[in-house]
């Protein structure tokens, strides 16, 4: 069990700031969609402003030990693949640990639609994009292995058949091929993380494990291994189950839509993203379309939140995490909750962790893990 004493417990840079600006400009910017095209407005969106300093209450050996850098609240880089130096030597002036990084992604948030980046878009688009953030990313980095995590993407057209997806997985493996001499340069793990429906009219890539399964059959490489998020498991798990109908609940008992992704991916998995939602305990969606439905159940809330009749199923879970994949040799987890009060008084999302519940979450899963105290992977 030493390789499990010898992990980093991470928190998103989103919520690492209680003062996060970025919260302000996507207000202002979905009320008032005509002024993303406003070139003045560009350092507006985002982080672009700063975020003013992290909360040392949420870092330490016995909380959380880094942060995983968001590229699309950062500034340093933008759709193009063009980097802001400037953004890039403040970041690392800063003295902020950054051993992990979250690319780009298809999203619906007004502030970030210049930075969707799907990886089964054309080549032209997607390896600019992706050298830029890996380059960045070389350069933040606190760690001499660090993890680079970044979602497959999504395709035009709901629920897309078999063939169209693998069809849309072949381009996503010719675009990670075009960037694995940059990854192997700088030794940087590349971590595909699983998603769920969340866009109206597209069919989002890296739902299944049979996806992650043929992406890394078809290109086998020691840096590429999948990132397993818990709360985007959960809610696709409920979206499976509706359409299964009578034979829906089987992927809900005992965890089992979590499970699926353990057994058939094992020590491919090399990196988790941990929250807590409530999907899988309230009424399921009546029917296609899941998206808006599955979008306000990601609720990224604090693992504390958790019923004590899912605790053990969850405790097995990690114990399963800790002993059957990769995530122990590679050495982050990223307890990637959201933060309730910000500004030090609006509570926007009122699910979101406060200071002592994301202590309290980094210490479940510590003990989890059966780790006594984290300490950073040599």
């Given at each position: 069990?030493?390789?499990?004493?010898?992990?980093?417990?991470?928190?998103?840079?989103?919520?690492?700031?209680?003062?996060?600006?970025?919260?302000?400009?996507?207000?202002?910017?979905?009320?008032?969609?005509?002024?993303?095209?406003?070139?003045?407005?560009?350092?507006?969106?985002?982080?672009?402003?700063?975020?003013?300093?992290?909360?040392?209450?949420?870092?330490?050996?016995?909380?959380?030990?880094?942060?995983?850098?968001?590229?699309?609240?950062?500034?340093?880089?933008?759709?193009?693949?063009?980097?802001?130096?400037?953004?890039?030597?403040?970041?690392?002036?800063?003295?902020?640990?950054?051993?992990?990084?979250?690319?780009?992604?298809?999203?619906?948030?007004?502030?970030?639609?210049?930075?969707?980046?799907?990886?089964?878009?054309?080549?032209?688009?997607?390896?600019?994009?992706?050298?830029?953030?890996?380059?960045?990313?070389?350069?933040?980095?606190?760690?001499?292995?660090?993890?680079?995590?970044?979602?497959?993407?999504?395709?035009?057209?709901?629920?897309?058949?078999?063939?169209?997806?693998?069809?849309?997985?072949?381009?996503?493996?010719?675009?990670?091929?075009?960037?694995?001499?940059?990854?192997?340069?700088?030794?940087?793990?590349?971590?595909l993380e699983n998603g769920f429906d969340v866009l109206p009219g597209m069919t989002t890539l890296g739902i299944d494990p049979w996806e992650f399964s043929f992406l890394f059959d078809?290109?086998?490489?020691?840096?590429?291994?999948?990132?397993?998020?818990?709360?985007?498991?959960?809610?696709?798990?409920?979206?499976?189950?509706?359409?299964?109908?009578?034979?829906?609940?089987?992927?809900?008992?005992?965890?089992?839509?979590?499970?699926?992704?353990?057994?058939?991916?094992?020590?491919?998995?090399?990196?988790?993203?941990?929250?807590?939602?409530?999907?899988?305990?309230?009424?399921?969606?009546?029917?296609?379309?899941?998206?808006?439905?599955?979008?306000?159940?990601?609720?990224?809330?604090?693992?504390?939140?958790?019923?004590?009749?899912?605790?053990?199923?969850?405790?097995?879970?990690?114990?399963?995490?800790?002993?059957?994949?990769?995530?122990?040799?590679?050495?982050?987890?990223?307890?990637?909750?959201?933060?309730?009060?910000?500004?030090?008084?609006?509570?926007?999302?009122?699910?979101?962790?406060?200071?002592?519940?994301?202590?309290?979450?980094?210490?479940?899963?510590?003990?989890?893990?059966?780790?006594?105290?984290?300490?950073?992977?040599?």
């Amino acid at each position: 069990m030493s390789s499990i004493n010898r992990i980093q417990l991470l928190v998103s840079m989103a919520s690492s700031c209680p003062n996060p600006y970025y919260m302000l400009s996507d207000w202002v910017l979905a009320t008032f969609p005509r002024l993303n095209a406003l070139p003045v407005l560009r350092d507006l969106k985002s982080y672009r402003l700063g975020c003013g300093t992290v909360d040392p209450a949420l870092f330490g050996d016995a909380a959380y030990q880094g942060e995983e850098f968001a590229f699309f609240l950062s500034g340093t880089v933008d759709g193009r693949g063009h980097i802001n130096e400037r953004r890039v030597d403040a970041y690392r002036s800063a003295g902020r640990n950054f051993p992990a990084f979250h690319g780009f992604n298809v999203n619906e948030y007004p502030s970030h639609r210049d930075l969707a980046l799907s990886l089964a878009d054309p080549g032209e688009i997607v390896v600019p994009a992706l050298r830029a953030q890996i380059e960045v990313a070389a350069r933040l980095a606190t760690t001499k292995r660090p993890m680079f995590n970044i979602h497959v993407g999504a395709i035009p057209g709901s629920d897309a058949a078999e063939p169209a997806r693998r069809d849309a997985l072949r381009r996503v493996i010719a675009n990670i091929r075009a960037v694995l001499p940059l990854l192997e340069r700088y030794q940087m793990a590349f971590a595909l993380e699983n998603g769920f429906d969340v866009l109206p009219g597209m069919t989002t890539l890296g739902i299944d494990p049979w996806e992650f399964s043929f992406l890394f059959d078809s290109l086998d490489h020691p840096l590429l291994g999948m990132t397993y998020d818990w709360g985007h498991a959960n809610v696709q798990g409920v979206i499976r189950a509706a359409r299964l109908r009578e034979r829906g609940a089987a992927h809900l008992a005992g965890y089992r839509q979590h499970l699926d992704f353990i057994e058939a991916l094992g020590t491919r998995i090399v990196y988790t993203h941990l929250h807590y939602n409530e999907a899988h305990a309230v009424a399921p969606p009546a029917g296609p379309p899941f998206a808006r439905w599955a979008h306000q159940k990601d609720q990224h809330a604090p693992l504390t939140r958790m019923p004590g009749r899912e605790r053990g199923d969850f405790d097995r879970l990690l114990l399963r995490l800790a002993t059957e994949t990769g995530i122990p040799d590679h050495g982050f987890i990223n307890v990637e909750c959201v933060r309730r009060r910000v500004f030090g008084f609006l509570e926007p999302m009122p699910w979101g962790a406060t200071t002592d519940e994301f202590l309290e979450s980094a210490d479940l899963v510590r003990r989890a893990f059966r780790a006594p105290a984290a300490v950073a992977p040599s």
